[in-house]
């Protein structure tokens, strides 16, 4: 499965570094290109939930567009709040 997505701005050589090494850390990471601004990340299928929820915690820590990830929503993770909800977001006690 190919997922492309805008990259995110670096502010450090540390957060480029970081961003790519939980990246690779996926399950069922294959590979991630490059080209331009854009990058293509390859994982294998099928995604468990565990490794959908990494994805969306990656994209909204780095602040990518969650729609690059809409055409993994399915009945098994269609809970995880992260679909909807910002991670800047904090409850009100």
Not at 47 to 64: D, K, P
Not at 69 to 93: G, M, V
């Amino acid at each position: 499965m190919n997922i492309t997505f805008e990259g995110p701005m670096f502010f450090s050589t540390y957060d480029e570094t970081a961003f790519f090494e939980w990246i690779e850390n996926l399950d069922g990471f294959q590979s991630i290109q490059g080209a331009g601004t854009a990058l293509t990340l390859v994982i294998s299928e099928p995604l468990s939930y565990e490794s959908v929820r990494s994805l969306l915690t990656l994209f909204r820590r780095w602040q990518i567009e969650i729609s690059n990830l809409s055409h993994l929503k399915n009945s098994e993770n269609a809970d995880l709040s992260l679909w909807t909800r910002d991670l800047s977001t904090r409850p009100i006690a």
